[in-house]
């Protein structure tokens, strides 16, 4: 079981910066596969990036170059760096875990625990 908490959501004006935070529980963190997704009103959930239990990652098209994702697994805490953050990146941010730790990748249905979402809005 893991449980996750995620963090660092806000309000920023187009082309600046949010670091988001995923708090983990449990012992085996460094075990998972972890993710972030995003969903927007009306829209559907969507990958934004994942990366591996050794360090491997993946981006979705609409964010490369401009989000990095990485992990600390002393601390059980992954991060999604997003800059130059465009109006269109506005949407609520889940990070998910995935057991199958060898595995990347982008659908969600993959993904067994999930956090509550961190909200950002980026302003034009």
């Known amino acids: 079981q893991v449980q996750l908490a995620e963090s660092g959501g806000g309000l920023v004006q187009a082309g600046g910066s949010l670091r988001l935070s995923c708090a983990a529980s449990?012992?085996?963190?460094?075990?998972?596969?972890m993710g972030w997704f995003r969903q927007a009103p009306g829209k559907e959930r969507e990958f934004v990036a994942a990366?591996?239990?050794?360090?491997?990652?993946a981006y979705a098209d609409s964010v490369k170059g401009r989000f990095t994702i990485s992990r600390n697994n002393v601390n059980n805490t992954v991060y999604l760096q997003m800059d130059s953050l465009k109006p269109e990146d506005t949407a609520v941010y889940y990070c998910?875990?995935?057991?199958?730790?060898?595995?990347?990748?982008?659908?969600?249905?993959?993904?067994?625990?999930w956090g509550q979402g961190t909200q950002v809005t980026v302003s034009s």
């Open positions: 998910a875990a995935d057991s199958t730790y060898f595995r990347l990748t982008r659908s969600p249905a993959s993904y067994e625990y």
């Open positions: 449990g012992r085996t963190f460094s075990m998972y596969s």
């Open positions: 990366i591996s239990w050794r360090g491997n990652t």
